[in-house]
Nanobody
Framework: VQLQASGGGLVQAGGSLRLSCVAS????????MGWFRQAPGKEREFVAA????????HYTDSLKGRFTISRDNAKNTVYLQMNSLRPEDMAVYYC???????????????WGQGTLVTVSS
């Protein structure tokens, strides 16, 4: 499956963005989907994951309440709604497809190219 992430951009602190990740090549409903992010000089970190049905969702604790992952299998798309953005949220955000809901990046086999989120203070 090929993944294309979009929706990043420049936003002021406190603002919102919605990232999208569109899958092609195979049906998205076959996969668990995750979002990760990587800030400059830092390791890639887990953001959120959602099961193929959308019934099971897992977030990294520090982002609960501000970020929401969702999916629309009919559109082959997974979303990440990001609210109350902070300068420390600035990173390249990646979507990934795998077989298990996991915070571990090595559990995901397919990755999108990333979309840059910049948050100004």
């Amino acid at each position: 499956v090929q993944l294309q992430a979009s929706g990043g951009g420049l936003v002021q602190a406190g603002g919102s963005l919605r990232l999208s990740c569109v899958a092609s090549g195979r049906t998205l409903s076959n996969y668990v989907m995750g979002w990760f992010r990587q800030a400059p000089g830092k390791e890639r970190e887990f953001v959120a994951a959602i099961s193929w049905s959308g019934n099971y969702i897992h977030y990294t604790d520090s982002l609960k309440g501000r970020f929401t992952i969702s999916r629309d299998n009919a559109k082959n798309t997974v979303y990440l709604q990001m609210n109350s953005l902070r300068p420390e949220d600035m990173a390249v955000y990646y979507c990934a497809a795998g077989s298990f809901v996991s915070y571990a990046s090595d559990r995901y086999d397919n990755w999108g190219q990333g979309t840059l989120v910049t948050v100004s203070s």
